[in-house]
């Protein structure tokens, strides 16, 4: 275990989505440093351990099933300490599919809904239900997972970065509510990453194909675009996420901190 300066050790941390990609490198991060990480997600079985982090099985976008999330983690730990609303969905979409080669990726109502049910329902859900849990404890943390995307807007990904805009106002807005409770509320919203392993062949067809090239051709060259001329590492999210829900952080509420290597506007 590092040396500890966050403090976090037993503190109970639930990390939706935390069973893959950024998600699970937060909930190293946060075991590394002594916490109890919960890993919630479709993909885990209530009960079990992943690496050291106890999992629930949830669907964020449904009500019962997130309650039973919280009341899961609750039985297991006694409280909740902190929230990392980090699942979310991307599907590349393009508003009309000008060229009409594939219009199985021109943004549809399905595709539409399943983004902002997961995306925005999910933490609306998540950030409520565990909100509920905080009140009674006098104190919490609640950090969403934004993206670049939901400010600088993204092509070929419109709802997406819909979604991730909401993420931030929502952020802002419960921060006003939930001050006044010693609950803090703020957002990280991460830049171009290293791959994360969910980036799939059809994703990066998909892609691709929004942006009128082949996926062989996507960029990946980040000196062109990011200021510090490489793209981020997980890890450095899973970092930052600690910091945020530690009491180090403790001024710090209603903002979304960009962690992009400069390439973002605040």
């Not at 976090?8 to 941390?13: N, R």
């Not at 006694?78 to 609303?85: H, Q």
């Not at 021109?106 to 049910?117: H, I, Q, W």
């Not at 675009?225 to 952080?249: H, T």
Request: with cysteine.
């Amino acid at each position: 275990m590092k040396e500890n300066w966050l403090e976090l050790e037993d503190k109970a941390v639930i990390v939706t989505g935390g069973a893959s990609g950024i998600g699970k490198h937060v909930v190293d991060t946060l075991i590394d440093v002594g916490a109890n990480a919960v890993v919630v997600d479709m993909s885990v079985e209530t009960g079990a351990d992943l690496d050291g982090a106890y999992c629930v099985q949830c669907n964020v976008s449904d009500t019962d099933s997130v309650q039973e999330m919280v009341n899961a983690v609750v039985g297991k730990y006694g409280k909740i300490d902190a929230l990392v609303n980090n699942a979310g969905i991307n599907l590349p979409r393009l508003l009309v599919d000008v060229v009409g080669e594939k219009p199985q990726y021109e943004l549809n109502a399905e595709s539409f809904d399943k983004m902002f049910a997961v995306n925005v329902k999910g933490v609306f859900l998540c950030a409520q239900a565990c909100a509920k849990q905080m009140l009674k404890q006098g104190k919490g943390v609640i950090v969403n997972m934004s993206s670049e995307s939901g400010k600088e807007g993204s092509q070929g990904q419109s709802a997406y970065s819909a979604t991730k805009g909401a993420v931030d106002s929502f952020t802002r807005s419960w921060a006003k509510e939930l001050e006044k409770y010693n609950i803090r509320v703020l957002a990280c919203a991460p830049g171009i990453m290293e791959a994360t392993g969910l980036r799939t062949p059809a994703y990066n067809e998909a892609l691709a194909y929004t942006r009128g090239c082949k996926p062989e051709e996507l960029s990946t060259d980040y000196t062109k675009v990011i200021p510090m001329g490489r793209d981020g590492k997980l890890d450095e999210v899973g970092d930052l996420v600690a910091y945020l829900v530690s009491d180090r952080a403790s001024y710090i509420a209603g903002t979304t901190i960009n962690i992009s290597g400069g390439k973002s506007r605040g």
